[in-house]
């Protein structure tokens, strides 16, 4: 109903992309009636809402990072973008390797 913080351990892990889009939209009305949500997720949809703060974990610690910088970013793109060549690269026998 708004005017809440909601914590969301990975909420895609059930959801299609299609539902993850719809979940996008529920959290945009929540943002809009002051809500607030800390989410971990994969889901470059999820990630893609605008204004987040995207918090990476990693070996170094906690750094801020864009959207377009994160990896699940860049290798959800890279797959479609040239999935023919992804899939021939992982699924070849380790004998052609």
Do not use: C, W
């Amino acid at each position: 109903k708004g005017n809440g913080i909601y914590l969301l351990d990975e909420p895609e892990a059930a959801l299609s992309p299609g539902r993850q889009m719809a979940a996008l939209r529920t959290i945009h009305q929540l943002v809009e009636a002051s809500s607030q949500f800390v989410i971990a997720t994969h889901s470059p949809i999820l990630l893609s809402y605008p204004h987040a703060r995207i918090i990476q974990f990693d070996r170094s610690g906690l750094s801020e990072v864009a959207y377009e910088d994160t990896e699940h970013f860049f290798v959800t793109r890279d797959f479609l973008n040239s999935y023919p060549h992804r899939l021939e690269q992982l699924l070849k026998d380790d004998e052609d390797v």
